[in-house]
């Protein structure tokens, strides 16, 4: 039989072995933790950066095709400035192209038919600390973008246009924009000086919209949504925007007094150049490039349509 004291012994060196192997598997249960905690936040940094990246690129090749009518040439060049803009961007610290090792970069274009597309995606083979442990040193990380180009909007989705609205076929018999009706600019080249009048009366092209409850527009389906006009004045005696700032505004049709309910039928954008506040406001006419629905502008005959179809709004949007 063994001594008390050396049973004793026997019983904590057991204990302390035991105790040091639980430790011990605690401690690389840790470090495992540890590695595959950096390994996700990795991944999702990674992810995320290569999202960056193709929404980017598909937007910059999207941008080529914002005309009515799309060449072949045109699509090669979408693809070519689809694929530089990917590059310029970086994922784990390195460029987002095919020249770089462990990286696939696939563009595709969609330009014969409207809305046109540029679909960006790429693939990066990211290193993994935790995964290499059991022979797995990268995993494929994959992100995918759809931009959308179009010229022309059916509908016009909220927060873009001003609570001012445009007369497309009014000819004001004095000021300014004497004996020129915006409709008059159609067939012109882009870029000319319009004067929006609110006062006075006499010479006025323009009126406010009074029903909208905010000073931006909500949703406007062209040639069905009804606006009230208003051909007074504002009490605030400061504009809320200035000179090189870009306002999009509805058209209606009709003569003055503007206080009628009205269709709106498209939109103006003006690049503002002079402003006399709350009275006209001096721009360059534009097409702006804005959010909704992509279409053929509304139909309206001869001199309006003409204006609406030269002057119709471009969609330039991540649709995925």
């Known amino acids: ?33 540890a ?35 799309v060449t072949p040439q045109d699509q090669t060049t979408a693809s070519t400035d689809a694929r530089t803009i990917t590059a310029v961007n970086v994922a784990d610290s390195t ?6 090792p462990g990286t696939n970069v696939t563009v595709a274009v969609a330009g014969v038919t409207a809305p046109y597309t540029v679909t960006v995606q790429a693939t990066r083979q990211a290193g993994s600390l935790f995964a290499s442990i ?29 609570d001012i609205g445009v007369s497309l076929d009014w000819i004001p018999p004095n000021g300014l924009q004497q004996g020129r009706a915006l409709d008059s600019y ?3 080249p882009i870029g000319q000086s319009f004067t929006v009048i609110l006062n006075p009366q006499s010479q006025t092209n323009a009126a406010w919209i009074k029903d909208w409850g905010s000073f931006y527009n909500p949703q406007i389906d062209f040639g069905s949504t009804v606006v009230n ?24 049709l009709g003569a003055p007094p503007f206080n009628y309910s009205a269709t709106v039928y498209g939109v103006v954008a003006l690049k503002i150049t002079n402003i ?15 959010r909704g629905e992509p279409g053929t502008p509304f139909g309206l005959p001869g001199q309006e349509g003409q204006y609406l179809t030269q002057y119709a709004p471009q969609v330039l949007q991540l649709i995925q």
Request: hydrophobic share 50%; aromatic share 4%; proline share 6%.
């Open 1 to 33: 039989m063994k001594p008390l004291d050396q049973i004793r012994t026997q019983v904590h060196s057991e204990r302390g072995a035991f105790g040091s192997v639980l430790l011990g598997l605690l401690l690389i249960a840790a470090c495992g933790i």
């Open 35 to 69: 590695a595959l905690g950096a390994d996700v936040a990795h991944l999702v940094s990674v992810k995320a950066q290569l999202q960056n990246a193709v929404d980017a690129g598909a937007l910059g090749g999207a941008q080529d095709l914002l005309k009515i009518a």
């Open 95 to 100: 460029p987002v192209s095919n020249n770089t």
């Open 134 to 162: 059991f022979g797995i040193p990268s995993e494929a990380i994959t992100s995918k973008a759809v931009a959308q180009a179009s010229w022309g909007l059916k509908t016009l989705a909220p927060d873009q246009a001003i």
């Open 186 to 188: 159609a067939g012109l």
């Open 229 to 252: 006009l208003d051909n007074g004045t504002v009490g605030s005696s400061e504009a809320p925007y200035g000179v090189g700032d870009i306002i999009v505004m509805p058209i209606f």
């Open 276 to 290: 006399d506040w709350p009275h006209k406001i001096t721009g360059i006419l534009s097409t702006p490039i804005l």
